[in-house]
């Protein structure tokens, strides 16, 4: 089946979900994609946007650069303990990152199973930040959403990823028969 990732910030227990932004939850679907998981996390991590030409827009200062200087991981559904140097709790992120106050009892049916799943973490104390994301990278590569679950990412026409993908196609095509 494989691992699944989920990028956080552990100094502000944030997360982005991959799902919400069209992509799927293994490595390389993330880091193959266009506009989505990748591209958030890079707008997540400058520090110096806004200063020159071919910086992203800044319309999202509430996005752009929101976790420049803190420790980010990409934490999957297998990490153990002793991966993250310095952090006692890395193989509780994954499982707090999903959970939340309302979904807690329909994953984790009983409080062992649950403090077995989330350790020192209450439901809900990481914050998922994808509809930030969603927004940013909306605006800043024109994409359009899907509403719920693993979402659909479209690209707008006239778009920067609709082009490449048109630059991709043939102009023709010779057949022998």
Known sequence: MGQYHIPANLDKKEFIHPHRLGDGLKLWEQGASQGGTLCALHALLVISNGRGGGDY?????????????????????????????????????YSACGTTKENAKEYYPTAKELKA??????????????????????????LDFGDEGWVTRTPRPGSVFSQAEAAMKPDFIIGIE
Do not use: C, M, N
């Open 57 to 93: 827009i800044t319309d999202h200062p509430e996005f752009v650069g929101r976790w420049g200087g803190d420790r980010i991981a990409v934490v999957g559904d297998y990490t153990e303990a002793g991966d993250l140097d310095g952090v006692d709790y890395a193989e509780f992120i």
């Open 117 to 142: 799943a989330l350790g020192p973490f209450k439901p809900g104390e990481w914050t998922d930040i994808s509809d930030l994301a969603r927004a940013f990278l909306s605006d800043q590569w024109e």
